[in-house]
């Protein structure tokens, strides 16, 4: 697959993530994250707020790869 292309699904990708990882960490916090101590609320939101960074940096990782020589 060329760089070009890579790029492009990547990109679909990483806005796909961004929704779902959003809409699943709003999800979580609303099942009852909330009724907890303030401390875990706070480890949650920063769990959910940087987690999503470790994947994001695998797919740009994948995208920046340069092409094969043909």
């Not at 994947?55 to 020589?69: H, N």
Request: proline share 3%.
């Amino acid at each position: 697959m060329r760089q070009r292309t890579r790029k492009f699904w990547g990109a679909i990708l990483l806005l796909l993530l961004a929704v779902v990882w959003s809409l699943g960490a709003m999800m979580v916090a609303q099942s009852g994250i909330g009724l907890g101590h303030w401390f875990t609320e706070l480890v949650y939101y920063v769990v959910a707020g940087i987690g999503w960074v470790i994947p994001a940096g695998a797919l740009v990782w994948w995208m920046a790869q340069p092409d094969r020589a043909a």
